[in-house]
């Protein structure tokens, strides 16, 4: 994603001791780049250590500064590379992530600390708010991955995801000469993780939540687990066993990624599993999960489809049922999919791939990180995260995309008004109730409501800063998934790891307290529960 309307994707080559990034048919770029890497200051702090970090006391080390905005999927991507590498290289690379944010409500620290507990990042992170760091270097995009070698020299750059055998290549080659010439220090930089606390809800960062009027489904999402719970809390059942992985078979040996999505048909739930790049559907009388469509590789590229299990995925986010078939949030594809369950094929549906909001005809049409799905029945609401929108997906064959709210991808706030007036930060969750389509405004804390023929957009419930507070004026922390079963509401409130109950009528908001559940036996991603 462009901090500028441009995208470049940049290839590496390698010669000798230099690496330089060379456009694809174009000349290198490297004019912009001193020598030696401009130092890491003008930040707001650090995380993942316990002191500020210098380029100058890591002479001796491959340093690999990754430049990321936690809302962006490409830079999701890049994560599972950057601990491949680190595994790889534990002596020889020092990767720093540098966080500039996107949005608002990703430059405070705290909530860089939260994303980094959400993602498992366990390398220091620094807070460039300011853009600072980002401007010594001369990035324009996220992720943009800057090579640097063991005497301080900037020696490559690269911009977007899937990257890892380049870098493999290049850090090996670097590791390689450096410890010939006697220039590798290969001493381990001591590791300090950031606490992650989840409280006592049993939950951690759940993400979505679903239901079919008299049972909860709640992606438990950091736990790798789907909980299902009535009404009251009481749980009922978990399906997988909190392992990381991606294993089929009976509800305690199943294992997911960071789940998100579900959707409910009869006794059987269909899950997004966003992570694995699968959808699995559990079988809810068998207690029995099996993958549905996906082969566990990510899809690095729009493609046209097919037999689902031989169909590679990219970050499945939601799913929805409408008239037979399943959509699909393809939010690492800036897509809806389609999957006929009964023919076991799926297909890109709405959105070119192009990330960027533009309406007309569903596959001519461009959506940015769809991220949340729901449906009146006729129609398909969609939260467009990237251009803090929520658009509308007719199902025909001759369906056009519509917007409702949205006008951009630097285009958001948090201001209430009809249409084009009106403003989101980044929402993730959607869900139609009583004619209106109700809004998890994610980085807004808030639940908006948008009435889909006026469109007129207005805050239902949350202070618009992050927080947990129950009663008639809530608080919530970056809420990403919404149900109504009946005439109340249930909130995945994520960074909170807690379900939260909306009484509409009233306002009122109490958290749920979901009995019986305990935090499966294997952890992930350093969480820990008071």
């Known amino acids: 994603m462009q901090r500028n309307p441009l995208w470049v994707r940049m290839g590496l080559v390698t010669a000798g001791m230099g690496l330089w990034l060379q456009a694809h048919g174009g000349s290198a770029e490297t004019g912009h780049m001193s020598a030696k890497a401009p130092e890491l200051e003008g930040h707001a702090g650090w995380l993942n250590t316990d002191r500020h970090l210098s380029l100058r006391e890591l002479r001796g080390k491959i340093v ?9 999927i490409n830079c999701m991507h890049v994560l599972p590379d950057l601990k491949r590498l680190e595994a790889k290289y534990p002596n020889e690379l020092v990767v720093i992530g540098v966080h500039s944010a996107k949005f608002s409500n990703e430059q405070g620290t705290e909530q860089i600390r939260q994303a980094i507990l959400r993602y498992g990042v366990t390398h220091p992170v620094v807070n460039d708010r300011e853009f600072r760091v980002w401007q010594r270097y001369g990035v324009t995009s996220w992720p943009t991955l800057i090579l640097i070698d063991p005497d301080g020299n900037l020696v490559g750059r690269l911009s977007g995801e899937g990257h890892y055998e380049a870098l493999d290549a290049a850090i090996g080659r670097l590791a390689d000469e450096s410890r010939r010439l006697g220039k590798l220090d290969e001493r381990p930089l001591a590791a300090h993780q950031e606490p992650a606390r989840v409280g006592s809800h049993g939950l951690a960062f759940p993400g979505k939540i679903t239901t079919d009027g008299q049972r909860l489904f709640i992606a438990d999402s950091n736990h790798n687990r789907v909980v299902v719970a ?14 990381e992985g991606a294993r089929d078979g009976p509800f305690e ?6 789940p998100q999505g579900m959707a409910v048909e009869g006794e059987l739930l269909y899950i997004a599993d966003t992570e694995n790049h699968l959808l699995r559907r559990a079988d809810l009388k068998r207690r029995e999960v099996q993958t549905i469509a996906g082969t566990g590789r990510q899809a690095r ?6 037999k689902a299990l031989r169909t590679a995925l990219s970050s499945p986010w939601d799913v929805a049922w409408l008239g037979g ?12 999919w389609k999957l006929d369950v009964k023919a076991g094929t799926i297909a890109p549906f709405a959105g070119s791939g192009e990330e960027h909001i533009v309406d007309g005809p569903r596959r001519s049409a461009a959506l940015a990180q769809p991220s949340g799905i729901t449906t009146d029945g006729k129609v398909l609401y969609v939260a467009d995260s ?15 995309v519509r917007t409702l709210i949205g006008q951009g991808l630097f285009q958001f706030g948090d201001v209430d008004g009809v249409g084009a007036a009106a403003r989101l930060q980044h929402p993730l969750g959607v869900t139609f109730h009583g004619g209106r389509v109700y809004v998890a405004d994610t980085y807004n804390h808030k639940i908006k409501r948008i009435d889909p023929l006026t469109k007129r957009c207005e805050t239902a419930w949350g202070a618009g800063r992050a927080g947990s507070v129950d009663g008639p004026t809530p608080q919530f922390d970056e809420p990403g998934g919404l149900a109504f079963a009946g005439d109340r509401l249930y909130v995945a409130d994520t960074n909170n790891h807690a379900i939260r109950v909306v009484e509409p009528d009233t306002g009122r908001t109490r958290t749920l307290t979901l009995r019986g559940l305990t935090p499966p036996p294997t952890t992930n991603r350093g969480i820990s529960v008071d």
């Open 64 to 72: 690999l500064l990754d430049f990321w905005t936690y809302c962006c």
């Open 325 to 336: 078939d399943l959509y699909v949030a393809m939010a690492g594809l800036h897509q809806l």
């Open 301 to 306: 590229s729009p493609i046209a489809g097919g």
């Open 253 to 258: 040996r199943a294992a997911f990624k960071n």
């Open 230 to 243: 009535d009404l009251s809390g009481a749980v009922l059942d978990l399906i997988g066993s909190g392992e």
């Open 386 to 400: 990237e251009v803090s929108g929520v658009r509308v997906v007719e199902p025909g064959d001759d369906g056009w």
